[in-house]
T-cell receptor
Framework: DQQVKQNSPSLSVQEGRISILNCDYTNSMFDYFLWYKKYPAEGPTFLISISSIKDKNEDGRFTVFLNKSAKHLSLHIVPSQPGDSAVYFCAASEGGSTLGRLYFGRGTQLTVWP | SAVISQKPSRDICQRGTSLTIQCQVDSQVTMMFWYRQQPGQSLTLIATANQGSEATYESGFVIDKFPISRPNLTFSTLTVSNMSPEDSSIYLC??????????????FGQGTRLTVV
């Protein structure tokens, strides 16, 4: 059973606008969450993470929000750029301070058009 | 951070044969993992490669089909044995854990795109 879910397989956004990618999880033991970006023919690259003790983490144009009660997190990209077009994976871990195995969603294909 | 070299980057193989994928890291790491991404699916963990001992396999994956070696802290191999078309996937090596950012994020190789015909 999928413990991390990304229910939107694709998202299309105009350049300069906000992109919001959503992720839900079912395992209440998850305490660390990550977002990865993947271009074709490349491995996933780390984007941003958030610990369960926080509800927001920001890094430049990227902000991740965590709602533990709803078991939901989202990635906001503002402003969106064409180079952001990629598949975005949400991942979760129950490793605490030591990163262990990751559970991934199926990914959302983001397309940013000019 | 870690630089991961994964080889081969792609291959087309005949059914019934085996392919060994190599993962080389430029620094010692605590944890090495092997994932599979089938078309349109999420990344699924096959196993955790343990240095000096047998790998830990996830449900649905067995050692006879996916033997793994990890002779030291910088190198691991995954073999896909007796391949069938259902094994056509992207296989990814991932590493984590030696301190600094490696304790808060996992790094991935570029993946091996396997097609079984």
């Amino acid at each position: 059973d999928q413990q991390v879910k990304q229910n939107s397989p694709s998202l299309s956004v105009q350049e300069g606008r906000i992109s919001i990618l959503n992720c839900d999880y079912t395992n209440s033991m998850f305490d660390y969450f990550l977002w990865y970006k993947k271009y074709p023919a490349e491995g996933p690259t780390f984007l941003i993470s958030i610990s369960s003790i926080k509800d927001k983490n920001e890094d430049g144009r990227f902000t991740v929000f965590l709602n533990k009660s709803a078991k939901h997190l989202s990635l906001h990209i503002v402003p969106s750029q064409p180079g952001d077009s990629a598949v975005y994976f949400c991942a979760a871990s129950e490793g605490g301070s030591t990163l262990g195995r990751l559970y991934f969603g199926r990914g959302t294909q983001l397309t940013v058009w000019p | 951070s870690a630089v991961i070299s994964q080889k081969p980057s792609r291959d087309i193989c005949q059914r019934g044969t085996s392919l060994t994928i190599q993962c080389q890291v430029d620094s010692q790491v605590t944890m090495m993992f092997w994932y599979r991404q089938q078309p349109g699916q999420s990344l699924t963990l096959i196993a955790t490669a343990n240095q000096g001992s047998e790998a830990t396999y996830e449900s649905g994956f067995v050692i006879d089909k996916f033997p793994i070696s990890r002779p030291n802290l910088t190198f691991s191999t995954l073999t896909v044995s007796n391949m069938s078309p259902e094994d056509s996937s992207i296989y990814l090596c991932s590493v984590a854990g030696t301190g600094g950012s490696m304790n808060t994020e996992a790094f991935f190789g570029q993946g091996t795109r396997l097609t079984v015909v």
